[in-house]
């Protein structure tokens, strides 16, 4: 009971120091990461399905997802570093391969930490950079994207010279994969185990006196009654002396599936470098050309982004910028896929889960092409406009067939107006 009353006080005096605000906020994340994970996620989405969220507010909206964003980065430091500080036994999450391979490089090496950062911290704002931007004019809006994307392309090709020439991985920091349940528990038993000065007074009463049973039996009494320690938590039975954790056992009909989690695969045990091969010669020249593309094709909208006007007035945009763009990208992965034929044994057989992964992403990415350029105003854009315009004469339309096509609507002025809309790298 003591122990509890002094919580409040702690709090309290921390907040009078300014200084210590930080270190308060990193306890408060590391005891609440269920509650925050759950808060972020909802108002993640609520940032996605607004409707009218880019037409009038679109500066205020975006500002709201740039600072969600880069808010959830800072927790996610702050959580891998509370795992970092558990003790050996206590907490036994799997990594996935993406996660193995990047916390790697980000432990290795500093400089990969801060580039790949400030990478993911300028893929966060950039849609805001270019609304700001083309706020004053069209063409500081593409000085500014040519800008962000020569900054971004220097980042990658700083990552693959430290990587010693491997493939790069979007993002290229480690994803949050923390379980918030053991981590709150654990943080919470950590606070509790502290001990006070009344129980340090008992322990010297007893050292010197023995035979003192009141005391003796009201701490028995006091462990007793401690609903924390009466049955195992779901996690396990935290065992107080040791500091581990005593893992429950499973039912019966789940015998199998607790096996099989535990069951170690190849590329479980394979050195995290391992689990990404080198490229040289045309892997190396289709990792670069992948890089550049987004330069490239940001040079090629400044220079040819309108081509006339339509029948209607309105500005006709240019072929030439979209072909560019979309010939370097499938060029550059037939180049890959080309190279891992000829180097391997096996072909693309012989690539890693992590290699299947990252060029199965990338083949996603290239269906992002039919948003883009003058293919989305000629083709997507008219297709999008009769699919909503049926929605709306339809009985869906009572059925929240209205709020479908507003957030259609929305997002598809988002995708006619701003570069960044449908960026993929």
């Given at each position: ?52 969220r880019f037409r009038d507010t679109e500066i205020a909206s975006e500002s709201l997802h740039s600072g969600l964003q880069l808010l959830s980065l800072y927790h996610d430091s702050l959580l891998a570093r509370a795992v970092a500080r558990l003790p050996a036994g206590i907490y ?104 006070s000065s009344t129980s340090d007074a008992k322990t010297r009463r007893l050292a010197t006196d023995p035979s003192d049973t009141t005391h003796n039996m009201s701490d028995a009494d006091s462990f007793e009654d401690d609903p924390e320690t009466e049955s195992p938590s779901q ?191």
């Open positions: 009971m003591d122990r509890r009353k002094q919580v409040p006080a702690n709090w309290s005096e921390a907040l009078v120091d300014p200084a210590k605000w930080p270190t308060l906020y990193e306890t408060f994340i590391t005891k609440n990461a269920g509650s925050v994970s759950q808060i972020e996620s909802t108002l993640r989405s609520l940032t996605y399905i607004i409707p009218g036994s999450a799997h990594p996935t391969p993406h996660n193995r391979y990047t916390r790697f490089w980000t432990r290795r090496s500093p400089l990969y930490k801060r580039v790949a950062l400030m990478l993911q911290m300028i893929r966060y704002v950039e849609l805001l950079c270019e609304m700001a931007a083309k706020r004053r004019s069209e063409k500081a809006r593409w000085r500014v994207v040519v800008l962000l994307e020569l900054v971004k392309a220097l980042c990658r090709l700083v990552l693959l010279r430290l990587t010693n020439s491997r493939p790069l991985l979007s993002p290229p920091l480690p994803e949050r994969d923390i379980d918030p349940a053991a981590l709150e528990e654990f943080s919470r038993l950590e606070l509790d185990s502290q001990p996690g396990g039975w935290f065992m107080p002396r040791t500091g581990l954790t005593l893992p429950t056992l499973p039912a019966a009909m789940d015998i199998t599936s607790y096996l099989l989690s535990k069951v170690l695969t190849a590329e479980d045990v394979k050195p995290p470098k391992a689990l990404l091969h080198r490229v040289s010669g045309p892997g190396r020249l289709a990792e670069v050309l992948y890089i550049l593309r987004p330069v490239i094709y940001a040079l090629a909208m400044q220079r040819w982004h309108h081509s006339g006007t339509t029948t209607g007035g309105r500005p006709k945009k240019s072929w030439r910028p979209w072909l560019i763009g979309l010939s370097i990208e499938y060029g550059a992965r037939q180049l890959a896929k080309r190279d891992f034929q000829e180097r391997f044994a096996g072909g693309l057989r012989s690539l890693t889960g992590l290699e299947r992964e990252e060029l199965r992403r990338r083949a996603l990415g290239l269906a992002w092409w039919a948003m883009r350029g003058a293919f989305y105003d000629s083709i997507t854009k008219p297709s999008i406009e009769r699919v909503t315009s049926t929605l709306r004469k339809t009985p869906l339309n009572l059925l929240g067939g209205s709020l479908f096509s507003g957030i259609i609507d929305d997002y598809a002025y988002l995708w006619d107006e701003y570069y960044y809309s449908t960026s993929t790298l």
